[in-house]
């Protein structure tokens, strides 16, 4: 079990740029969730993924984010057209089944210039 | 709508006493779980006690346990014999559906 793990950690863009973030969840776990954390907040929901399904999508997503897992396994998430409002820590979490405490990668911090 | 609120932005404790964090969830659902998560400063977020809110009795894990009142929404998180390691975001969550909830956070200061 190594974890969920999140690639790049940081990533400094200017606005206006397309970016795209991977999440590679624990292995077993067929559940995957993105949230986006600005600072002094918790995470807010933003899409959840069972297997390659993606299930549910939060209303605050704008049609310029768009989530992917293609085979059940990796996700990756990608923002189009930043803006200075989606500067934010991107987390992924991972879990084995509905009422099972997810696991946390360490984010994706996103800045925009 | 779900919520979830945590009325106290900053705590603080003595090393080896005891705190309580205070944490209120609205939901009309009555399949729910509740959560606390720990944050550490620049580090992932990690479980720190879960509780099936179909169960009556309090979960408790080690040094940490919770006051589950249903009635009233509440779910306090009560940390005995604080450590410095405790010192941390706290986050309060509510799973309901397929989404997770998660309050503002209160930040926990261990004074030595």
């Known amino acids: 079990d190594t974890g969920v793990s999140q690639d790049p950690r940081h990533k400094i863009t200017k606005r206006g740029q397309n970016v795209t973030f991977r999440c590679d969840p624990i292995s077993e776990h067929n559940r995957l969730y993105w949230y986006r954390q600005t600072l002094g907040q918790g995470p807010e929901f933003l899409t959840y993924f069972q297997n390659e399904a993606q299930l549910e999508k939060s209303r605050l997503l704008s049609d310029r984010f768009s989530a992917e897992r293609p085979k059940g396994s990796f996700s990756t998430l990608e923002i189009q057209r930043t803006e200075q409002g989606d500067s934010a820590m991107y987390l992924c979490?991972?879990?084995?089944?509905?009422?099972?405490?997810?696991?946390f990668g360490d984010g994706t911090r996103l800045s925009i210039l | 709508a779900q919520t979830v609120t945590q009325s106290q932005p900053e705590m603080s404790v003595q090393e080896a006493e005891t705190v309580t964090l205070s944490c209120t969830y609205d939901t009309s659902e009555s399949d729910y779980y509740l959560f606390w998560y720990k944050q550490p400063p620049s580090r992932q977020m990690i479980l720190v006690i879960r509780q099936e809110a179909y169960k009556q009795q309090n979960a408790t894990e080690n040094r940490f346990s919770v006051n589950f009142q249903k009635a009233a929404k509440s779910f306090s998180l009560k940390i005995s014999d604080s450590q410095l390691g405790d010192a941390a975001m706290y986050f309060c969550?509510?799973?309901?559906?397929?989404?997770?909830?998660f309050g503002t956070g209160t930040s926990l200061t261990v004074i030595p």
């Open positions: 979490a991972s879990s084995s089944a509905r009422n099972q405490p997810q696991h």
């Open positions: 969550a509510q799973y309901t559906g397929n989404q997770f909830y």
